[in-house]
């Protein structure tokens, strides 16, 4: 009887119709897919926060209006449409309906994560509406997509897969994303190779990125042939290139055969020889950098760049590696450089430099040679030279190296001055905060009073600037450097400044780390510790296992890492095994799979190698990190990921290589502090750690160099800003 009731009232049901959108009936089969668009109007309309009948997307109350026009009584509309079209069968009905759904759902979820301009509502529902008509009387939509983004379109053109101006119209939102992402784009542009938009985005990535266009010229690939038969000039001048054995080397220089002033065979015969080809991109970088200095944009300056920090850290660590050679062995490879070719291979070697292959006592050091093989030695001369190709990073080079008041000393003080105005000008107007994190970092390097107040006062000077602007971002950045700087120079020791910084900028303790922090669901304090497979790896290796005697720790080994925990406290430490390359970057791959394959997430990780294994670490940095030993590697882009992945973390780091006499201690003392269940304190551990070096001639200097968290300006300016702009 129950199901005889049941049934009846679902066919009376479906005979009557229900009542929605106004007057015109709804059949319950229809009935959910309008629900489901009420649904996503309201949560457009309480996005603000507010159960109002306003979508608030603008401080401009007709923006609002116009877009809760759109979501709403647009929609309104076109829901009442379909519904009274009687040419419209069902299916049809449900599709134009989801489509509908899609839209506000698409939009919905991207206006919440600031993927798309909240006011393009109106344009979205307007183009909705006129492609439905198009597509009921059979015309193309393909129209109506044009005056959209990207992310409006996207979704937007999905629901009308068998029109006729389908194809057009996914080419032309391909196009639109293409354009906007043509660092990632050429290994999705073979399932467009017969849209007509093909070839302009293959241009456009030759311009920006022609090191791409290279690779798949080369290819035996469909999209080699697309490429080749691209008559833009530039894409057949790589394609020329593509066909020489040193094409790689050559592709830097298309500027210059452009332009005319080189040829392919010319650069063919230089580039097996190493210094010649060095010479080469030096002289030919110092053009580039003219061409952009005078506001064109030089199409090879990202390739040469690359190429040439490839080669300068070849020079480099050939020097690192004799460290302990006399002089003229040690510094043989570079005995024929000029000034200029001794910037750049400064410049372009931060993150790998010794501070002995920088600067020492027998003048020998790249900057001293630099300096002494300047005719006159003065260092704006120099900058001149170079057309002061980026000149803030050899700025902040010499003040992390202590040689900032010698290479400022070497010019005319007014010249000085306004080298330093410009150092700190314009930090709004990069894409990243590299510049700015340079400056901070300066700012905790430099140690004249004169020279600090002179920053100051400049930094000052340019937060007046962009607040009469109305730069925000300009505003935050000057905002926290000025902050930043006034906070460093106050009086109070280490402890009260750090607390006053994280009291200003609103951060956690910068210089603590409590105990409870670093421990895991399960009580335990879990660290990683990353070997490289090359000799220093090796020799890392050995030297830290003896730090731990089977009286206090058990020590378990297998194929591709050891497991060392202690036995008084709870204390884990997971090192993955130095096996010769490539099988060390297996040995970490399987120890990160084992951890994550066991729930452990460890909040300390540990950097054992040389700067160029870097990125394998960090691409396995767990956000758990509370505490990051780089040891060496500090540049900002580092800094950078770090908090992007973890940003509380707090950062230890060198200002040049690490090395194993420094990089123990500061481990072993980290280690006994957390053993005992202990807060981590920055100030008391650094200055227990100066006292114990300050005996120690060898490596008192090398210690100077490592950054505690408590004085790292630029973590502490990232995690700022990042806090200022959330």
Known sequence: MR?????????????????????????????????????????????????????????????????????????????REIEANDSLDHRLKVKYLSGIYVVLKDYNFKRSRHNIEPEEAVPMIQAYQNMMHADIKGQSIAPFVKNLSYEAAEKLIENFKDNPGYKEAKGTVFSKFAFNNLENIMPKLSEYSDFPGTDSIIAAVARKYPNQILTYATSYTQMANIIKRNQDPIVQTIVRIGQSPQSTKILPFIDELLNGTTTVDKLESIAD??????????????????????????????????????????YIRTVNDLHEEPANVRFAIVRNFTPEELYYLIINGQEELYTSSYTNHNNAGLYDQM????????????????????????????????????????????????????????????????????????????????????????????????????DKRGTVIYQLLSSLFETEVEGGNDSSKATDMSARFSLPPINHVSYSDLLSDSGHVYQQVFFYGDKDGQESFSSFMTNFPSSEWRVSKNKYWVTISALKGKTTIFANLP???????????????????????????IHRGHSYHINTTLDNLQSSAKIVVLGSCGGYHNLATVLEKSPD?????????????VNEPIIHSLEDQIRAGKNVDWVVMWAQLARKFAGDARNRELFSDYVPPHKNLGAIFIKAYKQVMK
């Open 649 to 661: 973390a707090h950062i230890i780091s060198s200002k040049q290589v690490g090395t194993r006499f």
């Open 371 to 470: 300096m002494l093989r300047m005719k006159p030695p003065r260092g704006d001369s120099l900058l001149m030279m170079v057309n002061f190709d980026r000149f803030k990073k050899f700025i902040a080079m010499a003040a992390g190296f202590n040689t900032l008041d010698n290479f400022l000393k070497s010019m005319a003080p007014e010249n000085s001055n306004y080298l330093m105005q410009k150092y700190v000008q314009n930090l709004e107007k990069t894409d990243d905060l590299e510049d700015a994190v340079d400056v901070a970092n300066s700012f905790g390097s430099i140690r004249d009073p004169k020279l600090l107040d002179f920053l100051r006062q400049e930094v000052r000077k340019n937060l007046a600037y962009v607040k009469k602007q109305s």
């Open 273 to 314: 020889n190493d210094y010649q080809y060095y010479k080469q991109m030096v002289k030919s970088t110092i053009a580039l950098q003219k061409m952009k200095n005078e506001g064109q944009q030089p199409f090879g300056l990202k390739a040469m760049m690359e190429n040439m920090q490839a080669k300068s850290l070849l």
């Open 3 to 79: 199901r005889f009731i049941t049934i009846w009232l679902l066919a009376v049901m479906a005979a009557n119709m229900v009542q929605a959108q106004g007057s015109h009936p709804i059949p319950i089969t229809r009935q959910g897919f309008h629900d489901n668009i009420d649904k996503e109007q309201s949560a457009a309309l309480r996005f603000d926060g507010k159960a109002d009948d306003l979508v608030k997307v603008s401080d401009d109350q007709t923006i609002n209006l116009q877009v809760t026009n759109a979501l709403i009584k647009q929609v309104d509309e076109m829901q």
């Open 579 to 605: 096996i010769d390359e490539p099988g060390d970057k297996e040995a970490i791959g399987k120890l990160s799979d084992y951890l994550d394959e066991h729930d452990i997430h460890p909040s300390v990780f």
